[in-house]
């Protein structure tokens, strides 16, 4: 179990086999039927290891909304519940999944994130194609929540860079590794939320698949530092999601 870093995904779908369409056409991820512990669900996976699960929007709790969640593993699900809590974000839904211990959460500015107590490993090395390796938190206030969430995983300021369109674009590091970042949003963005990047071997190629699939391309494709280049869309559902890679 890694303290503090990004281990799982979910997304919720209206239409669930639309998006394990979209999802494969523009990712390369396969869509199975799984159940686990009595719950039933669509496990995508890159390469055959699981990267992602896909819910219907009906069969959870009223008020859910459809898109990406994220999962950040920590030693004990009650303490950070209590730290949210504290810090003035609230809980959505509880879980627990065999030896697994899942809480979904609002953050103080309404941003849901998720937690896992006794995550299994995943093993995938950094970068690899079909996972999700940068996590950006588009927050009404970004200097105001940090500290929630630095409290409750460790994390630490990597590099603030200049230049984004609401002030800074915030590095966030867990373990001085850089894993996202934090900004606040801009007034198109109707409220906080996270936004999560997937590793493709080309941004010129996805950007195709994602007009092909039924998709749109909002921003870009942008050159970032190091050499990358991304995309933010939005799948057919209306749902945010974004790629990272060379430029093809």
Not at 153 to 162: L, R, S, V
Request: net charge negative; proline share 6%; hydrophobic share 40%.
């Amino acid at each position: 179990m890694d303290h503090g870093n990004f281990v799982w995904y979910e997304y919720t779908a209206a239409d669930p086999g639309s998006a394990a369409g979209f999802y494969g056409s523009v990712m390369g991820w396969t869509a199975e039927a799984a159940e686990v512990a009595g719950i039933r669900f669509t496990m995508f996976r890159a390469d055959g290891t699981p990267v992602a699960a896909m819910y219907p929007l009906q069969d959870l709790d009223p008020g859910t909304p459809k898109g990406w969640t994220g999962y950040v593993a920590v030693r004990d699900l009650d303490e950070a519940a209590t730290r949210m809590e504290e810090a003035g974000g609230a809980a959505v839904r509880r879980l627990t999944v065999g030896d697994m211990r899942l809480g979904v959460f609002k953050d103080p500015q309404g941003a849901r994130i998720a937690m896992m107590e006794n995550c299994e490993p995943r093993n995938l090395a950094y970068g690899t194609k079909g996972t999700m390796g940068w996590h950006e938190l588009l927050a009404a206030d970004w200097e105001s929540v940090f500290g929630t969430y630095s409290d409750l995983f460790g994390w630490t300021k990597g590099i603030a860079m200049e230049g984004c369109p609401t002030g800074v674009y915030q590095i966030i590091q867990s373990e001085g590794r850089d894993i996202g970042a934090m900004m606040t949003k801009v007034p198109d963005v109707p409220e906080p939320t996270w936004l999560f990047y997937v590793f493709t071997d080309s941004i010129t190629a996805a950007a195709e698949r994602v007009h092909a699939a039924g998709g749109q391309v909002i921003f870009g494709p942008q050159e970032v530092p190091g050499g990358m280049w991304i995309i933010n869309a939005l799948d057919p559902q209306g749902s945010s999601i974004a790629l990272v890679g060379p430029l093809g």
